[in-house]
């Protein structure tokens, strides 16, 4: 991660995540199935940006710790589910066997219903917020997962599989897919914190600039990324025969779309001065990351 805000942030939410995953009680196989794939070198992006909206609007530390643990949980479940043989049957993430081959798949299936349900667990639990902002982020966290968002998103990307799909089609999968859980990481370090309409309204259309660039620079990268550096073998997406933004607009127009969204995401910040810098470095980090 490149700068010092960087480097900081995500020393101590690492520990902080580490100290609340290492709370949840479970059967000891169950358990190794959830710490080896949440403790496992994912970026944290979803987190850093809960994190960095949360600061931006003056939200407490410890409370953003939970909330930023329950959407990473969200997140390693989802993975963990897609990568199972039903799903995408990938045997590689972040550069280690999947779940289901390190473990089984009944235990893959069992520990993402785990980090899904503990995510909740977390967020009802939290002592620093009110009870209709807990019930806000239970609310926003829920429609981000479900059929609506990630869940749905998902639905429709394996009904599409074999099929040529146009591109308004390929952005909605996305925006549900991948877009809908850092929309919510993005919101719920808003709603954690005291934030003005206009603020939170400006924060929601910066991650839906940053949730489709996130996606673009996704499909990029199983082009143009190696093994060593995506965790996992590049070419899935052209294996599988997949519409991605590359097959539907070719690379430099993929290219000039992601620049386009991240330019769009950071000027819509402009007006906070140096509280946004923190997003700003996340909607550059996703325009130029090579994992
Ligand atoms: C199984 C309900 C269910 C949903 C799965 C998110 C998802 C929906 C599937 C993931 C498929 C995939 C690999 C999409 C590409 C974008 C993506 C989510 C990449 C992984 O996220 P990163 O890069 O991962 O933030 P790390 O490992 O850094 O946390």
């Known amino acids: 991660m490149p700068t010092a805000w960087f480097n900081d942030q995500f020393h101590d939410f ?48 410890s409370t953003l710790y939970t909330i930023a643990t329950a959407i990473e949980c969200i997140h390693a479940y989802s993975l963990i589910h897609d990568d199972l043989p039903a799903m995408d049957d990938d045997d590689f993430r972040r550069g280690k066997p999947t779940c289901h081959k390190a473990f089984d798949e009944a235990t893959a299936i069992l520990a993402g219903d785990a980090l899904l349900t503990y995510s909740f667990e977390l967020l009802s639990q939290i002592p620093t ?66 934030t003005d309409q206009d603020t939170y309204d400006k924060l929601s259309i910066y991650a ?56 769009n995401a950071i000027e819509l910040l402009a007006s906070f001065g140096k509280k946004a810098e923190p997003l700003i470095d996340l909607a550059n980090y996703i325009q130029k990351r090579n994992h």
């Open 14 to 61: 690492e520990a902080a995540f580490n100290a609340q995953i290492s709370q949840i009680k479970a059967p000891l196989r169950l358990r190794e199935a959830i710490l080896y794939s949440t403790l496992n070198g994912g970026k944290r992006l979803r987190a850093l940006l809960t994190l960095a909206s949360g600061e931006l609007s003056g939200a407490d530390k």
């Open 129 to 194: 917020l009110s009870a209709e902002k807990k019930l806000q982020l239970i609310q926003l966290y829920s429609t981000a997962s479900g059929t609506t968002g990630m869940v749905g998103g998902q639905f429709i990307d394996l009904e599409s599989e074999d099929k040529t799909i146009t591109l308004q089609e390929l952005e909605t999968i996305h925006r549900k897919k991948t877009g809908a859980l850092i929309k919510a990481a993005i919101l719920a370090g808003a709603i954690a914190g005291n």
């Open 208 to 263: 839906d600039n940053i949730g489709l660039a996130f996606q673009i620079k996704d499909d990029i990268l199983d082009v143009t990324g190696t093994k060593e550096e995506l965790g996992k073998m590049p070419g899935s997406d052209l294996l599988q025969d997949k519409s991605t933004y590359i097959s539907l607009l070719g690379m430099d127009s993929s290219v000039e779309k992601l620049n386009g969204l991240t330019t």
